[in-house]
């Protein structure tokens, strides 16, 4: 089942807008600074907004991923007779 031209037409938008936005993302925030400095509120919680999304997605870059109980179980070695008699306190 294939797209329609519409749906296709607002992909290739969308890529378009991303390309755009990527191409000229300082000017844009340096215009949405100016702006708030001179007191448009939209364009200052816009702006505030933004920086707070890339203060999470900073801190969640810098953690790493979550690794389960189980995953670090599972890259933990293998218990061996000699561990077991240790945490046994046996001798050898």
Do not use: Y
Not at 22 to 47: H, Q, R, S, W, Y
Not at 68 to 80: D, I, K, Q, R, V
């Amino acid at each position: 089942m294939g797209m329609s031209e519409e749906k296709c037409g607002m992909d290739a938008l969308r890529a378009e807008a991303a390309k755009v936005l990527l191409e000229n993302a300082t000017p844009f925030a340096e215009m949405l600074g100016k702006k708030a400095i001179e007191g448009d509120k939209v364009c200052l919680k816009f702006l505030c907004e933004l920086a707070r999304e890339h203060m999470e997605l900073s801190k969640a870059e810098s953690k790493g991923p979550k690794r389960s109980l189980a995953t670090e179980w599972m890259n933990e070695p293998e218990w061996t007779e000699e561990d077991e008699r240790a945490a046994r306190g046996e001798v050898q």
